[in-house]
T-cell receptor, first 114, second 111 residues
Framework: DARVTQTPRHKVTEMGQEVTMRCQPI?????VFWYRQTMMQGLELLAY????????DSGMPKDRFSAEMPDATLATLKIQPSEPRDSAVYFC????????????FGPGTRLLVL | GDSVTQMEGPVTLSEEAFLTINCTYT??????LFWYVQYPGEGLQLLLK???ADDKGSNKGFEATYRKETTSFHLEKGSVQVSDSAVYFC??????????WGAGTKLIIKP
């Protein structure tokens, strides 16, 4: 049963520290999405890759967030420096297809910035 | 731009009751429509989908029909169980192949 994996599952850090979240998409999938979920804002799309190329990162605060896909099996989301308002659950999702494909979500990284 | 509107929650029902969660959309073109479910502490998972008008998606006793004339994709289940308690998200795929999400509806089923 292929699944999207995310590490770490939980992260507590202090304001100003760097945070790196990792995602392993389902093998063979060519699209990767990063989302942030909070009670106030709901589910927000941060960035979107297809065939490892960033297609849309307009939802991401550029000054502190960065997203990359160093290879087809790894996507990373980095926050530097982190702030308390970044506390949220971060989800990675992957999919495959020419369009309108189903997205498969990972279990999420629950981030708390103190 | 494209958008999805779903009924606000929480929706509280007794076990074995009939469920409807309303979802309407605004879109150009012919999007696919999705219902995702999120159980506590987990990621979202696809519940069902429909790719064209009049298609009915179904899974685990849940159903939704793609109604182009009313731009709706309401989720229904004939008899809910306590295990159905979760947050349900309606979504559509836009022309850029991204998903446009509704705000989510929390469903609480009481024994």
């Amino acid at each position: 049963d292929a699944r999207v994996t995310q590490t770490p599952r939980h992260k507590v850090t202090e304001m100003g520290q760097e945070v790196t979240m990792r995602c392993q998409p389902i093998l063979g999938h060519n699209t990767v999405f990063w989302y942030r979920q909070t009670m106030m804002q709901g589910l927000e799309l941060l960035a979107y890759f297809r065939n490892r190329a960033p297609l849309d990162d307009s939802g991401m605060p550029k000054d502190r967030f960065s997203a990359e896909m160093p290879d087809a099996t790894l996507a990373t989301l980095k926050i530097q420096p982190s702030e308390p308002r970044d506390s949220a659950v971060y989800f990675c999702a992957s999919g495959y297809g020419g369009g309108q494909e189903t997205q498969y979500f990972g279990p999420g990284t629950r981030l708390l910035v103190l | 731009g494209d958008s999805v509107t779903q009924m606000e929650g929480p929706v509280t029902l007794s076990e074995e009751a009939f469920l409807t969660i309303n979802c309407t959309y605004t879109a150009t073109g012919y999007p696919s429509l999705f219902w995702y479910v999120q159980y506590p502490g987990e990621g979202l998972q696809l519940l069902l989908k429909a790719t064209k008008a009049d298609d009915k998606g179904s899974n685990k006793g849940f159903e939704a029909t793609y109604r182009k004339e009313t731009t709706s994709f309401h989720l229904e289940k004939g008899s809910v169980q306590v295990s159905d308690s979760a947050v349900y998200f309606c979504a559509l795929s836009d022309s850029n192949y991204q998903l446009i999400w509704g705000a989510g509806t929390k469903l609480i089923i009481k024994p």
